[in-house]
């Protein structure tokens, strides 16, 4: 089965600590991206990578960090320096962001709680 | 400027009647246009595109949406709401000629309640 994995489901966290949420996808897709979602909100973009090697920040990148080493795998570390780290976090992908007509693939999300 | 716009932030319907879920986009030129479904503590699922073939597109689970350019609506509608479909529901657009940085807007979502 082709699709997009992130583990963990459910991630608890201390303060001050960082954590990185795992996302990896066999779909050959170029295009990859990280999102998240606070209760009774939209999706906010974190970073997003149209080829190895390569990212580019999203609408609230502060705080957060990736990394795009292999084509199927697109970490991402929550550092202490996030202020309000809590949230569902949505990893997708896409088969190419050089064409409009293709849809992004959603990973099962993560929920990660920091007290 | 490209933008999506979700009409109703939160949409309830009784089991067995129709249902709509609006959705408004502002785009220079013909975009492609997506509804995803969302269940509590999941990721989203792809109800239907629109890609500059047929205006009325149908998807998943009795799900369909008709392109309206004139309006600049892309609407989602079901004849009978089932009680599985109570859910977060997003647009999205993707418009043709945006290039640079990431080109897909999404709606803030509207929230199907299903009435037994």
């Known amino acids: 089965d082709g699709g997009i994995t992130q583990s963990p489901k459910y991630l608890f966290r201390k303060e001050g600590q960082n954590v990185t949420l795992s996302c990896e996808q066999n779909l050959n897709h170029d295009a990859m991206y990280w999102y998240r979602q606070d209760p009774g909100q939209g999706l906010r973009l974190i970073y997003y990578?149209?080829?190895?090697?390569?990212?580019q920040k999203g609408d609230i990148a502060e705080g957060y960090s990736v990394s795009r080493e292999k084509k199927e795998s697109f970490p991402l570390t929550v550092t202490s320096a996030q202020k309000n780290p809590t949230a569902f976090y949505l990893c997708?992908?896409?088969?190419?962001?050089?064409?409009?007509?293709?849809?992004?693939?959603f990973g099962p999300g993560t929920r990660l709680t920091v007290t | 400027a490209q933008s999506v716009t979700q009409l109703d932030s939160h949409v309830s319907v009784s089991e067995g009647t129709p249902v709509l879920l609006r959705c408004n986009y502002s785009s220079s030129y013909s975009p492609s246009l997506f509804w995803y479904v969302q269940h509590p503590n999941k990721g989203l699922q792809l109800l239907l595109k629109?890609?500059?073939?047929?205006?009325l597109v149908k998807g998943i689970n009795g799900f369909e949406a008709e392109f309206k350019k004139s309006e600049t609506s892309f609407h989602l509608t079901k004849p009978s709401a089932h009680m599985s479909d109570a859910a977060e529901y997003f647009c999205?657009?993707?418009?043709?000629?945006?290039?640079?940085?990431?080109?897909?807007?999404f709606g803030t979502g509207t929230r199907l309640t299903v009435i037994p």
């Open positions: 629109y890609t500059s073939a047929a205006t």
């Open positions: 999205v657009v993707s418009p043709l000629g945006e290039t640079g940085a990431n080109n897909l807007f």
């Open positions: 997708a992908s896409r088969r190419s962001r050089d064409s409009i007509s293709y849809e992004q693939y």
């Open positions: 990578s149209q080829i190895v090697n390569d990212f």
